[in-house]
């Protein structure tokens, strides 16, 4: 199912975009240092609530978020200008998780009370929220049997039963919006963190930059999201912004892989002579850029689509998907074989951007998952 035309944002031109990614490339230096970032991740919140209200003062919390409710009212274009540049520095944040897909999700919804209600303290910083849509299979096939969670109603309201897997940030969240079966089909709804009947765990996961949770429903009270049978839409277009973002964040992330590679190619002498020199490692960062230069040419359309009305947004953000997960695997897998002993060794980045690729490539979908998916958007 192609996910909804989002409402046009303002358009922001290539010069504001370069000042926007300036500015988060600065920030990001100043708070995301290697040794910063391994700290972080080993904290049990996995981010730090200073930095990530430092990142609320500068107003890219609410990017996404309308005006009307204290955003800047933007789109997907420029959240992927941040979410590039976290990426290139594995930013421990709840950026995606709550800034992203959480406000997506509430828009997606259509619910005017819910995003009267969740939306500014989303745009401030204040509140985190996670989206919970993955069962134990991982990414929803599109059929409400792929979910992990029903819902069922009674005299005392909707109550929700199962379990989600991999939620971004949901151990931390003061919001959950949960997808999960009902009787329409497909519905999202709102929990809050401390419910009654919720439980919530880490899971163990290749990437330490990024934490994954593991939710428990038990007769969960929950609040309906939107009008009956809207459900299947907004998940779809929740899913869609899912795969784009990652392959922003992959881009970033394949950037600085290769500026590694490349340094070190430079630096590196053997025979006399700096390795960047040997046919064979030339060959190698080749090849490596150019599966770069593919990648930021198909998130470049995914992105413009996003905003475009006109645009089958769903179709590109799944070409984006696909081109930027291979194109982070195989950059980060081939950085490590020009660095040679070092970049096997825990004490170098490179095999923190090799996990994070390792995991962005199956989070929101499997490659298999998505070119399945996008065979049917097409009528393949």
């Not at 972080?40 to 209200?53: F, K, L, M, N, R």
């Not at 997907?76 to 941040?82: D, K, P, Q, T, Y």
């Not at 819910?114 to 204040?126: D, H, R, V």
């Not at 819902?151 to 949901?170: F, I």
């Amino acid at each position: 199912m192609s996910q909804p035309a989002p409402a046009p944002s303002p358009a922001t031109s290539a010069a504001e975009r370069d000042d926007l990614r300036a500015m988060v490339r600065a920030f990001a230096r100043d708070h995301f240092r290697l040794e910063e970032v391994r700290r972080v991740s080993g904290t049990e919140a996995g981010y730090d609530p200073a930095v990530w209200a430092g990142l609320g003062q500068l107003g890219l919390a609410g990017l996404l978020v309308p005006a009307a409710y204290g955003g800047a009212g933007c789109g997907l274009a420029e959240a992927g200008v941040i979410l590039r540049e976290l990426g290139r520095a594995l930013a421990c944040v709840p950026y995606l998780s709550s800034a992203v897909l959480a406000v997506t999700a509430v828009l997606a919804s259509g619910d005017g009370e819910a995003q009267a209600e969740l939306l500014p303290p989303l745009a401030a910083g204040e509140l985190l929220a996670a989206v919970a849509v993955s069962g134990p299979a991982g990414r929803p096939d599109g059929t409400p049997a792929s979910l992990g969670v029903a819902a069922s109603a009674s005299r005392r309201g909707v109550s929700l039963d199962g379990e989600a897997l991999y939620v971004v940030d949901g151990h931390v969240a003061g919001v959950l919006l949960v997808a999960a079966r009902d009787g329409t089909g497909t519905g999202l709804y709102q929990v809050a963190g401390d419910a009654p009947g919720l439980s919530r765990a880490v899971m163990p996961a290749i990437d330490a930059t990024r934490t994954l949770a593991r939710l428990g429903f038990r007769a969960v009270p929950a609040r309906p999201l939107g009008p009956p049978g809207s459900g299947a839409a907004a998940l779809a277009r929740v899913l869609d912004t899912a795969v784009a973002a990652l392959a922003a964040e992959s881009v970033g992330g394949s950037e600085e892989a290769l500026n590694l590679a490349v340094s070190h190619a430079r630096q590196r002498v053997q025979f006399g002579r700096p390795i960047g020199s040997f046919q064979a490692v030339k060959h190698k960062c080749a090849d490596m850029l150019v599966a770069l230069e593919g990648a930021r040419a198909a998130l470049d359309g995914a992105l413009e689509a996003a905003d475009d009305p006109g645009s089958d947004a769903g179709i590109a953000a799944l070409v984006a998907g696909l081109q930027c997960s291979a194109a982070y695997t195989h950059i980060t897998a081939e950085a490590i074989q020009v660095l040679g002993g070092i970049g096997f060794t825990w004490e170098h980045p490179a095999h923190l951007y090799f996990r994070r690729a390792r995991t962005c490539a199956v989070l929101f979908g499997t490659e298999t998952q998505h070119r399945a998916i996008l065979a049917d958007r097409l009528g393949l």
